[in-house]
């Protein structure tokens, strides 16, 4: 059974960097494309970043371009999103989903089979 773990949430102040985790169990990691995706209260559900199961393709929201980098280590089972210049509208919950795609980065949240508990990030000074 297929398992997703969040983890490198928290509190930090405006522009600050935060690094979230997420890794995989179960099944083999590398046949999987990864999404990363947030939910603030009261918002629908986002994505944020996606990377391909080899790790060649990468797709990003234009909310956060050019201050979040999505990669993987696919040695690790685990993908990583590195968050940079963070602002108070990143506040969310974050979640890591998973299904099985052969080449793309998958930017849609009805596309994906497995999704972990989120990790909490809050932005406040």
């Known amino acids: 059974q297929v398992q997703l773990v969040e983890s490198g949430g928290g509190l930090v102040q405006p522009g600050g960097s935060l690094r979230l985790s997420c890794t995989l169990t179960?099944?083999?990691?590398?046949?999987?494309?990864i999404g990363w995706f947030r939910q603030a209260p009261g918002k629908e559900r986002e994505v944020v970043a996606a990377?391909?199961?080899?790790?060649?393709?990468?797709g990003y929201a234009d909310s956060v371009r050019g201050r979040v980098t999505i990669s993987r280590d696919n040695a690790k089972n685990t993908v990583y999103l590195q968050m940079n210049n963070l602002e108070p509208e990143d506040t969310a919950v974050y979640y890591c989903?998973?299904?099985?795609?052969?080449?793309?980065?998958?930017?849609?949240?009805?596309?994906?089979?497995?999704w972990g508990q989120g990790t909490q990030v809050t932005v406040s000074s």
């Open positions: 990377i391909s199961k080899s790790g060649v393709n990468i």
């Open positions: 989903a998973a299904v099985v795609r052969t080449v793309v980065a998958v930017m849609k949240a009805a596309e994906y089979d497995f």
């Open positions: 179960g099944r083999t990691f590398s046949n999987f494309a």
